[in-house]
């Protein structure tokens, strides 16, 4: 069984940054093969692609210049860095990963963390 527990959320001001970690472990789990992507959820919205990092990382359009994915495969970890934050990025925050590569679609993620909220306040 994997196990994708993410971390860092809280309350920050508009402007500031922070950083989600999202650390996996599961006897079976390459996680140095693995895409891991983030996503986020609003409420009352659809579950939103953010980022993925696999072979290479690719963005939402809108998250390029103030997210940046990236990751420690000797640490099973993937982190987001989260910069010049605005109250439409409050949101649920979830890692995932896909053992066959990365996606934008929510389908295509086999595992998921329990999430990490965000809240930027005006």
């Known amino acids: 069984q994997v196990q994708l527990v993410e971390s860092g959320g809280g309350l920050v001001q508009a402007g500031g940054s922070l950083r989600l970690s999202c650390t996996a472990s599961?006897?079976?789990?390459?996680?140095?093969?693995?895409?891991m992507g983030w996503f986020r959820q609003a409420p009352g919205k659809e579950r939103e692609f953010v980022a993925w990092?696999?072979?290479?990382?690719y963005y939402l359009d809108t998250m390029k210049g103030r997210f940046t994915i990236s990751r420690d495969n000797a640490k099973n970890t993937v982190y987001l860095q989260m910069n010049s934050l605005k109250p439409e990025d409050t949101a649920a925050y979830f890692c995932?990963?896909?053992?066959?590569?990365?996606?934008?679609?929510?389908?295509?993620?086999?595992?998921w963390g329990q999430g990490t909220q965000v809240t930027v306040s005006s």
């Open positions: 995932a990963a896909s053992p066959d590569g990365g996606s934008r679609r929510v389908r295509d993620y086999e595992y």
């Open positions: 990092s696999g072979a290479y990382t």
């Open positions: 599961g006897r079976t789990f390459a996680f140095s093969t693995a895409a």
